[in-house]
């Protein structure tokens, strides 16, 4: 078990996820080869729509007082581009 997997281990982190698309050749042989498994393939669709009217409203502004998700820290870790979500880890 490799170091970075040990270091998840360690945070409670028990699952790694990772996406890619098929503009990255060699990515499916390099996930394969660090044993990740495909579990999925998605297709997405969209549409642009045009002449859409926009309406806005007043939102509140945070409380400086109240903690929210957008001010939770992760222990810090050797390599700042580390970040925990949940239960799995965004490299």
Request: aromatic share 6%; hydrophobic share 35%; net charge positive.
């Amino acid at each position: 078990m490799g170091q970075f997997e040990q270091w998840c281990l360690h945070r409670a982190i028990c699952l790694l996820t990772s996406d890619t698309t098929a503009s990255y050749p060699l990515s499916p042989s390099a996930h394969e080869g660090c044993g990740f498994l495909k579990i999925h393939e998605c297709t997405i669709f969209m549409k642009e729509l045009q002449s859409v009217k926009v309406t806005t409203r007043k939102l509140a502004l945070p409380d400086p007082q109240r903690p929210s998700l957008s001010t939770f820290h992760t222990p810090s870790h050797p390599n700042k581009n580390l970040q925990a979500h949940g239960s799995g880890l965004v490299v």
